[in-house]
């Protein structure tokens, strides 16, 4: 059995991937609160900005919140901790806040494909389960377009 080039990519890419999803804790990716509200809008229905801003669940929000990266950005010594993810508990916010967002004039395809992970986790009842198949999401289209190409 003679292995190609595209199945050694796929399998590299994919295993590589999984373990940068899990690997990589919540919103330690430049820029990937961002992406999230963007994406969480778009997984509760809002496309569109209204004023620079996003309307969005208090849920999503609190994850952030929950992450505790703010704690941790810029400051080297600060680490996450495991247990934040292993003693989760679902936030209990229900309201809908506006959030300023700067990726308004960016068209909301290329967010809508983490949106499918974030709705799956809101049917589950769990943003972090939401989140992580958001990454799962991306993973699996950027490593078949790639491998399409």
């Known amino acids: 059995m003679k ?5 050694i990519f796929l399998f590299i890419a994919l295993t590589w991937g999984l373990v940068t999803i899990f690997l990589v804790p919540p919103f330690e990716v430049m820029d990937e609160q961002r992406h999230y509200v963007r994406a969480g809008a778009i997984a509760e229905g809002v ?10 669940s ?7 919140n929950y992450s505790e990266v703010g704690r941790i950005a810029f400051k080297p010594r600060e ?3 495991l247990t934040t993810i292993t003693n989760y ?3 209990t916010g229900s309201g809908v806040v506006s959030v300023n ?3 308004c004039s960016t068209p909301p395809l290329g967010h809508a494909i983490a949106a499918v992970g974030l709705k799956l986790g809101d049917l589950a009842g ?14 699996l289209v950027s490593v078949y377009l790639v491998y399409l190409a």
Do not use: H, V
């Open 3 to 7: 292995l190609s080039i595209d199945k």
């Open 47 to 56: 496309w569109n900005c209204t004023n620079g801003k996003l309307q969005i």
């Open 58 to 64: 208090e849920k999503k929000i609190d994850l952030i």
């Open 79 to 81: 680490k996450f901790d």
């Open 89 to 91: 508990k679902e936030p």
């Open 101 to 103: 967002s700067g990726l």
């Open 126 to 139: 769990n943003q972090l389960i939401g989140f992580y198949l958001g990454r799962m999401a991306n993973l």
